[in-house]
């Protein structure tokens, strides 16, 4: 719905980011229902926006962090030619050690590396979702090893569905698909379709 508008997509995995989306979803339609453009967010009252987040446990510093993004974005929108170095490297407490040093690794620069407040998660969405709506032939999501697990759960059926590989997080495309993949790899989205829990702690704001 929102994928060929960035702002849009970046206030959204704003309030994903620590809040369930079954919580956070509504709220944000409310937010754009009050500034449906980065204009107007970018002019918002921080009172206002925080009486509206504050019951997702999102404090005054991330209301102001949505205008300042606003802000922002209208001062420097971005470009899809045009890639800025990410400050930040990939932001995650990995269990394994292949995960760890994969973690430690700088982020590679994006149209959108420039704009304050966002983290590994923040990008991942952008190289995913909002490159293929300006762009339906980019290979972007190809490279994006995400760390989310909604997004890595959405990448493995892509790679199915639309490329027929097992894929994975750590090493990337590692065989072609069968019949018992494709059965569990359903079984497991017709579980988490029904179970929204999903939260992302562990992708801190970086910028």
């Not at 959204?12 to 980065?38: C, E, H, K, Y």
């Not at 997702?56 to 420097?76: P, V």
């Not at 700088?106 to 979702?129: C, E, M």
Request: aromatic share 10%; proline share 8%.
């Amino acid at each position: 719905l929102i994928a060929d508008q960035p702002w849009k997509v970046l206030i959204a995995v704003t309030f994903l980011n620590v809040t369930a989306g079954r919580v956070s979803i509504p709220v944000f339609w409310q937010v754009m229902d009050r500034w449906p453009m980065a204009e107007a967010l970018a002019e918002a009252d921080e009172d206002e926006v925080f009486v509206l987040i504050r019951h997702l446990g999102l404090g005054r510093t991330r209301a102001r962090r949505i205008i300042e993004l606003s802000q922002e974005y209208l001062k420097h929108p971005p470009d899809f030619n045009t890639l800025f170095p990410t400050k930040s490297t990939v932001s995650s407490t990995p269990s394994s050690p292949l995960k760890r040093r994969r973690a430690a690794r700088r982020y590679p620069p994006t149209p959108v590396s420039h704009l304050p407040g966002l983290g590994a998660y923040a990008l991942d969405s952008f190289r995913i979702f909002c490159t293929l709506a300006h762009d339906p032939t980019s290979q972007e999501w190809k490279l994006v090893r995400p760390n989310d697990k909604e997004l890595i759960r959405y990448l493995k059926w892509k790679w199915a569905a639309e490329e027929g590989k097992i894929w994975s997080p750590e090493f990337g495309v590692v065989g072609d698909v069968t019949d018992d993949y494709i059965d569990a790899l359903c079984t497991v989205l017709e579980y988490t379709a029904y179970s929204p829990s999903r939260t992302n702690s562990s992708d801190e704001d970086q910028n």
